[in-house]
Structure formats: structure tokens, C-alpha cells
């Protein structure tokens, strides 16, 4: 007997898929002109290396997104048409995929709710000329607004924002344009001082910045793949909507930033920080604006989590669910703690780094293609996610501060530790047999 999430699974028809300009490319990119992607880019990496080491090494990471944590997952949606909670079960098993990928997924989400509200609250507090403290009254008050509203949109109707968040992209891509011109004339005079420079540390953070952003992303391929037409769907909408934006999207501000640095050494080194300066007269408005482009991250991030719970767990209401989780994301957002990306990345790329590496390894280990649903809990998926976290989290732990550079990028790392105990553990057996889905697929 197949568990309802999987026995309920009806397969995404060709008749209902897009080609990859209209929806994985724009959707994607949407995701990294998110300000929370870029804001402290620099911080870690631009203040100790060289703008040319640090575009080096974001696209780098750019393109390691694309072929390790994005392609598999969308080549198992577009093969079978269905979304990561059911490609995953063959991974992890039919009862596994209930906590991995399934839940994890939805709680993650809660946590990725949580940074927008935070941003989205930081820009309007700025972007009208009040101080912007996490904690405080205006912080709390304008956080448990946007929080609430929005998630009730996230729950209710996220097919308006749909609507409009193409449209939206636009904005924060005109700011970043803005501001790339006011500041690129200085670049110039921007040098790191030698005693300071170290471009390893700068390459490791810089991998570890983006593919931690990324990694909740990159397996939520699968829900974008089942929305392409075939394999150059697949490849095109990645390669432009997550390896070029993902360059353009974080260099343009690293460019800004090492500019402003140029004019002034004592400038700030997060974006936001560039913005107030770089922005003159029009920067409230701009922050203001910032503010509107965090509306669909965040209504995204209530619906995802709201459908990954109301999919696990049938029995409760998804607006229940999808609020229950919001409260939560709000209060993460208001208290400051979902400001502190360090560690919201660190946390993300160690749960879903290691969940892309067994799915890249059951993926070959197949013949590139699904096979199924398994039995179960794969133990095979699960012990491969479970090291793989424990590597990935080893940075936010605490230990010697001389010790914890050297553990990054530990995103990637967890990746590789998942892939290849998956890989070694599946060859020994350690894989359910696996079961067959309705006729539908």
C-alpha cells in the first residue's frame, strides 16, 4: 500500500508545460534578485580578496549550483511529472519521504519566511527614515503585519502573486543598475591591504554564501523540471535562470560595493549599506521598493511550506498549517535571529546539501532515471543524509574560530559526503526494493 501523498500523485502533463523562458528562467532568477541573496556578499570575501577573485569564484559557484543541486532534481520532473516530494521517495523511501524531503522542506521554508519578513521589514523601516532595530516596537509591529498578511496571500492566493512577480524582477534589476552607476567610477581606487588578504578564506565563503542560498532551491528543481517540456528546457532554463543570474545578481553589488569602498574606506560592507549611501536623495524610496520586490519571495515561501505540510500531513487545514508555520517565520524575523544569514545558509546548505548528493547517486546508480518509489525507509538515503549534515553543519558549531575557515565551503562538502556514501551503501544493498505507482505515471 502506497502512502496518500503517493497514491494521490497525478504526473504534470506535457499538454500543461512551458518552455523554459516562461517559467523555470524568470522564476529562478526572481529567487537570486531576492536583496537576501546579495546583501552581505561581500562580508567575508570582498574585504579580504580581490574583486576579480571574488568574481571568479562566484561564477564558480554559480555553476556548481546549476550541474550539482539543480539538474538532477529537474531532470526527474521533467521525466516523470511529478514534484520533489514524490521523485524523493525513491531516495529516502515511502514512508522516509515523509520527514526527508517532504517536511524538511516545509520547515526550512518556515525558516526562509522568517529572513524575508526581516528584510522586507528592514527596508520599509529605512525606506521611511526610522531606525531599524530587530526587537523594537516599530520592528515588531510593521514585522507582524507583513508577516500575517502575507502569509494569508501565501495560502490563499499566491496565484496573484504569480502574476505579478515576473513583472516584479524588474525592480530590484533597475536598483541594482542604479546604484552600479553611481559607484563603478571608483572601483578603481578599491585595494585590499595585503596584510589582510587571504583569496582561499575569500573563495570558500563565496561558495558557501551561494550555494547555501541555493540548496532548498536547487532540489526544488524537480517542481520546475515537471514544468519543462523536455531536456533543453531543463538545461536552458538553468543555465540562464541559476548560473547567469546567480553571476549577475550577486556580482553587480560586489562590483557596487568594492566601488563605494573606493570613495569611502569606512562605507559599510552590506549592500544595504551601499544603497543608503549610492541611492542620494532617492535612496528611502529605493528601500521602499526593495521592500515590494520581498512580496513574492515571501508569499512563496508561506505556500511552499503550507503545501509541503498539508501534503505530509493531510489531516490539518493547509491555512492552519501554513499560519502555524508563519508564526513561527515571524518570530525568527522580529527577534533578529533570521537577519544572522551566516548561519540561515550554513543551516540550509547542510540540510539539503547532502539530500541533492543521494539524489545525484540514485539518479546514476538508475541509468538516469527514476526508478520509483521504494519501501519503506531507504536506509541507504537516510545514513547518507545524516553525515552529510553533520559535515555541512560542522562551520555553525561551536568550535576554535582558527579552525572553522578552513571548514567551508562545508555546502559542498556535505553534498560530496551524500553522494558518495549513497553511492557505496546502495552497491552493498543497502537499498528497499521498489514499488510500483498507479497507472497514471
Not at 165 to 172: D, E, G, I, K, Q
Not at 255 to 260: K, L
Not at 261 to 290: E, K, S
Amino acid at each position: 500500500m502506497l502512502p496518500e501523498y503517493l497514491a494521490k500523485a497525478a504526473p504534470n502533463p506535457p499538454a500543461n508545460r512551458a518552455p523554459w523562458f516562461k517559467n523555470t528562467a524568470p522564476a529562478y532568477a526572481g529567487i537570486f534578485l531576492w536583496i537576501a541573496f546579495y546583501d552581505s556578499i561581500a562580508q567575508g570575501t570582498l574585504q579580504i580578496a580581490s574583486l576579480g577573485v571574488c568574481l571568479a569564484g562566484l561564477v564558480v559557484a554559480a555553476l556548481l549550483c546549476y550541474a550539482l543541486y539543480y539538474k538532477v532534481p529537474a531532470m526527474l520532473g521533467m521525466q516523470t511529472g511529478y514534484p520533489l516530494y514524490v521523485v524523493g521517495s525513491s531516495t529516502f523511501g515511502t514512508a522516509g519521504g515523509y520527514i526527508m524531503p517532504g517536511l524538511l522542506m516545509g520547515l526550512l521554508q518556515v525558516g526562509w519566511f522568517g529572513v524575508a519578513t526581516f528584510f522586507a521589514t528592514d527596508c520599509l523601516l529605512r525606506g521611511v527614515g526610522m531606525a531599524s532595530v530587530p526587537g523594537t516596537v516599530p520592528f515588531i509591529a510593521v514585522g507582524i503585519v507583513w508577516g500575517v498578511v502575507l502569509s494569508w496571500v501565501g495560502a490563499k492566493g499566491i496565484q496573484y502573486v504569480a502574476r505579478v512577480a515576473t513583472y516584479l524582477n524588474f525592480v530590484p534589476v533597475l536598483m541594482l543598475v542604479w546604484v552600479l552607476f553611481q559607484t563603478v567610477g571608483s572601483v578603481g581606487n578599491y585595494h585590499v591591504a595585503p596584510e589582510q588578504e587571504n583569496s582561499y578564506l575569500a573563495l570558500t565563503k563565496i561558495l558557501a554564501v551561494v550555494i547555501g542560498f541555493f540548496a532548498t532551491a536547487g532540489a526544488a528543481g524537480a517542481d520546475f523540471g515537471m514544468n519543462s517540456r523536455n531536456e533543453d528546457d531543463v538545461k536552458k532554463g538553468g543555465l540562464v535562470g541559476i548560473a547567469l543570474a546567480g553571476v549577475i545578481a550577486a556580482g553587480l553589488p560586489l562590483i557596487s560595493i568594492a566601488g563605494a569602498h573606493g570613495m569611502n574606506p569606512n562605507a559599510g560592507w552590506a549592500y544595504r549599506d551601499v544603497i543608503g549611501v549610492a541611492g542620494g536623495p532617492i535612496a528611502g524610496v529605493m528601500f521602499i521598493l526593495f521592500a515590494l520586490a520581498s512580496i513574492p519571495p515571501t508569499c512563496f515561501c508561506a505556500f511552499i511550506a503550507g503545501n509541503s505540510f498539508s501534503t505530509m500531513i493531510p489531516g490539518v487545514p493547509r491555512v492552519a498549517s501554513t499560519m502555524a508555520g508563519a508564526a513561527i517565520g515571524i518570530i525568527l524575523a522580529v527577534t533578529g535571529v533570521a537577519g544572522n544569514l551566516a548561519s540561515v545558509f550554513g543551516i540550509v546548505g547542510a540540510s539539503f546539501g547532502p539530500i541533492c548528493g543521494a539524489m545525484a547517486a540514485d539518479f546514476l546508480l538508475s541509468g538516469r532515471k527514476w526508478p520509483g518509489p521504494r519501501e519503506g525507509v531507504n536506509v541507504a538515503g537516510y545514513v547518507a543524509w545524516a553525515v552529510g549534515f553533520v559535515v555541512g553543519i560542522l562551520p555553525v558549531l561551536p568550535l576554535s574560530p582558527d579552525i572553522k575557515p578552513y571548514l567551508e565551503p562545508a555546502a559542498l562538502y556535505s553534498f560530496v559526503v551524500g553522494f558518495v556514501l549513497y553511492y557505496g551503501l546502495a552497491k552493498a544493498g543497502l537499498q528497499p526494493k521498489t514499488v510500483a505507482m498507479p497507472k497514471a505515471a
